[in-house]
Nanobody, 116 residues
Framework: QVQLIESGGGSVQAGGSLRLSCAASGRTFSIRTMGWFRQAPGKEREFVASISWSGGRTNYADSMKGRFTISRDNAKNTVYLQMQSLKPEDTAVYYC?????????WGQGTQVTVSS
């Protein structure tokens, strides 16, 4: 059974930093890509960043470039999202996502709240 367990969300003041983690379990040998999406209240879920599992190629949404960094630890089957210079508009539920051999899976989400 595939599972994605997120951690690291919380509340922070504007300008602060947070690091999210997402640990995958199950058919981890079949992971192709892992990434992060977010959904703010009243808005659609949006792409944040992704990383390929074998080559480590990264991709970011334009609004996150320079502030967010995605990385992975293949040995731990874990992907991280380091978020810096956080803004109130970054407030959202952040979801981990993974492509397991062509099948997408989602984590349960972790709340990030940035106060001004």
């Amino acid at each position: 059974q595939v599972q994605l367990i997120e951690s690291g969300g919380g509340s922070v003041q504007a300008g602060g930093s947070l690091r999210l983690s997402c640990a995958a379990s199950g058919r981890t040998f079949s992971i192709r890509t892992m990434g992060w999406f977010r959904q703010a209240p009243g808005k659609e879920r949006e792409f944040v960043a992704s990383i390929s599992w074998s080559g480590g190629r990264t991709n970011y949404a334009d609004s996150m470039k320079g502030r967010f960094t995605i990385s992975r630890d293949n040995a731990k089957n874990t992907v991280y999202l380091q978020m810096q210079s956080l803004k109130p508009e970054d407030t959202a539920v952040y979801y981990c996502a993974a492509d397991f051999g062509g099948t997408p899976y989602w984590g349960q989400g972790t709340q990030v709240t940035v106060s001004s």
